[in-house]
């Protein structure tokens, strides 16, 4: 039977989770994120929780407390009201920001998600490539290290001897283990075959995309990438920005360059696509290409380009193809119009989202992922 203390942790935990997920759509709305703690685990704010407490009745019951004496008269060998320091200034008005950061592990984070969204479990493609040997102490043997010694089986086989050998003692029950009682946890090694994952990520860095921009884009791909990692053992993410050329860069370059030239997206594609065929085996990876832009791109020439690399590189390789257009005073958004004038609404491995700021976010995420590609 569980310890009691063990089931109000699980408790708790279970009204944390739930906290989490109803105010989620707050925290991804305020610019919020989880920030790792580097033993994964993710720090997140939570408002604080009430604990059951007593509450005190009408006075006119009496109880403790009762006798002489009015409001502030001070207790014997204290101060009164206004007496030194402590009396002194005013009492402020509202309550206090009442906020407390809490614990939660990747898998309880995307199961937050999860929840929220509705979220199918990822059905991967190609074949499962990554191999990896675990140790599985699901047995209990007679030799082994001291480390691996099972206490309770050793004293199980202790008794056991004594009780057969007469030896056992009801009015002293002293159970002294010989070398031949030890037990030991032993292990089985067990070969496993995980799917392994890219997640490559294209971004419009254009004068159009300004800094609002780009938070949207870094909100949505923090949580896109938390729902990955728990599909998906291994998974590796690749970041592409560009205006009229593309280049791949770092995570911390995605999200500060800004450039002022024009906007070429068929050179991102190009990259992308030079990326999954010298490093991803589409046999061997998932493969998940996200492009993240205003809808503006140079001309309708560089646009039949993009669709001609798409439809002939990117998709046979990709388990999908997501294009988020997030919107921009300055973008045109034909971009968007052109792919669903072009894949319609229902093709099997286009997902297409208008982000029209923050409070989308979510609405996105689901669009991006619903589909369990």
Known sequence: MDHPIKRDHARFRNIVKGRVRDNLRDYISNGEMPLPKGDGKYKIPMPSIDTPRFKFGDQSQGGTGQGQGEQCDPVDGQEGEGEGEAGQGEAGEGEGNKELDVELSLDELASILGEELALPNIEP????????????????????????????????????????????????????????????????????????????????????????????VRTESFWINLW??????????????????????????????????????????????????????????????????????????DTKLCLDILDNDILPASNMFCYGQVESRYGSGQFYKDLIGHYKEDHEKVTLSKIKNKDAILDSIKEFLGKGK
Request: negative net charge; hydrophobic residues 30%.
């Open 125 to 216: 493609k190609g074949k499962k490539t990554m191999q990896s040997t675990t140790d599985r102490y699901t047995s209990v043997g007679t030799v082994g290290p001291d480390s691996l010694k099972h206490f309770k089986r050793s004293y199980k086989e202790a008794l056991k001897r004594q009780v057969a050998t007469g030896t056992y003692d009801a009015k002293n029950p002293t159970i002294i283990p010989i070398k031949a009682d030890m037990r030991y946890r032993s292990s089985a090694q067990k070969v496993e075959f995980d799917n392994s994952a890219v997640v490559i990520y294209m971004m419009d860095v254009s004068g159009s995309m300004g800094d609002e921009q780009k938070e949207v």
């Open 228 to 301: 990955l990692k728990s599909q998906y053992k291994d998974i590796e993410i690749r970041y592409i920005i560009h205006d009229a050329t593309a280049k791949e860069v770092d995570e911390e370059t995605f999200f500060r360059t800004r450039e002022s030239g024009g906007t070429l997206i068929s050179s991102a594609f190009k990259l992308c696509k030079d990326i999954i065929s010298e490093d991803y085996n589409p046999s061997e990876w998932n493969i998940y290409p996200f492009h993240f832009s205003d809808g503006d791109n140079w001309s309708t020439d």
